[in-house]
């Protein structure tokens, strides 16, 4: 047996949940992991595909590269593993190879083609912007978040956002380079109903990245203000955000889950259409297992009772979220809010509740709608792209309606 070394707690937590199944494939990992070279090749003898992933997508090969398994890595690629498989985060055996600082592994990785999209020498830097040219003297406070306050700036003459983030989260190296992991993929993104990247500034202690101003704050904001949305203001926001989704869910080669959905974080641009905003940036502060197999994040009350319990979870979690947000927006806030986030994210994990769906409030085409999308089977909830074309239809039928009776929406309903 290769003596690579002792398992991290990563593994050895990985390892507990999987080699209980020490017949199937999951054998074939765990000889991989602690270097058992005579292991690997009776799995492979038995017909045991090279290339099989456990529930996070992790191969054989990601994980004899994290472990630093020179022999087993070497044997896996002799016998046709992929060596750009890509596991759930997006993460190659080569970007495991590097994170944990396994030289010659990588070595051997990048000889066979290996590439790390999601390392920090991947090929796109964040945009840097000229600190000089962003007067941050007096700036304007548009608001405060979680990690620190925006700023309504002036950059090249166009008025833009400026997120502060505390020097109590960017003076850790290892938190700001995930920051800057997340910006790099951000700034790469557009779409009509995505907020735009702009650039971070170059400076030497601050990290302070500019987006695109949306002028009419957040839907938060707007569902303070103006309380509950008619139901056709209402499904065209829906729309928005399902078409801002579904181009992070569409995402290649790794979708971006959200994570952290919620009306805080939708936004409103001049032309009144909605864009989502500070996807990704939520797993930067949120709680992690050893190496973040199962994580939480994102706000209480819009979090899917999946992520509640710490389970494995994929796209569907922002469905979920979503649906409650629609929920808000025909309701003009959010239901129990007396009631702290935790208790309603607790209720909603492990008592199966949700919130009320008055037919005086709600339309049955929408009713119908979020029970799928607050599905408590991940597997059941549509996907945003199957719930664009709903909305598309419901919208219709309540523009017809609407003409049909004149604009009161008390007959209709
Ligand atoms: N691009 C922007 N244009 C206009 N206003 C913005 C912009 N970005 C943020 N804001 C305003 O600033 C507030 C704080 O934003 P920030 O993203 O820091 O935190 P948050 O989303 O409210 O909360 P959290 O950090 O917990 O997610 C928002 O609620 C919104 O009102």
Known sequence: MEDCRTPSPSLKRRMQLQCHDSEGPYRLLHCSSMGDKLGVMEELEKGVDTNWGDYDKRTALHLASSEGCNEIVKLLLEKGADVNSLDRWGRTPLSDARSFGHQEISKILEAQGGIDPVGLDSQNPCYEIDFSE????????????????????????????????????????????????????????????IVQFL????????????????????????????????????????????????YLHQHTPRAIIHRDLTPRNVLQDASGHLKVTDFGLSKI??????????????????????VYRRESYGKSVDVFSFALIVHEMFQGGPSNKEQSPELVADKRAYEDLRPPLSSLIYPESIKALLRECWHKNPDCRPTFEEIIPKLEEIQESLKKKRAAAGCCWCVIL
């Open 134 to 193: 962003v007067p941050m003297d007096d700036p304007t406070l548009i608001g405060e978040g979680a990690y620190g306050e925006v700023y309504l700036v002036k950059w090249r003459g166009t008025e833009v956002a400026a997120k502060t983030i505390r020097s109590s989260i960017a003076s850790n190296t290892k938190v700001k380079d995930t920051f800057m992991r997340e910006l790099g993929l951000w700034q790469k993104l557009r779409h009509p109903n």
């Open 199 to 246: 650039g971070v500034l170059r400076h030497p202690d601050r990290l302070i990245f500019l987006t695109e101003y949306c002028c009419s704050g957040s839907l938060y904001d707007i569902l303070r203000k103006k309380g509950r949305l008619d139901p056709q203001t209402a499904v065209a926001y829906a729309l928005d955000i399902a078409r801002g989704m579904n």
């Open 285 to 306: 502060a949120q709680e992690k297992d050893a190496e973040g197999y199962k994580m939480t994040g994102g706000t209480d009350r819009y979090m899917a009772p999946e």
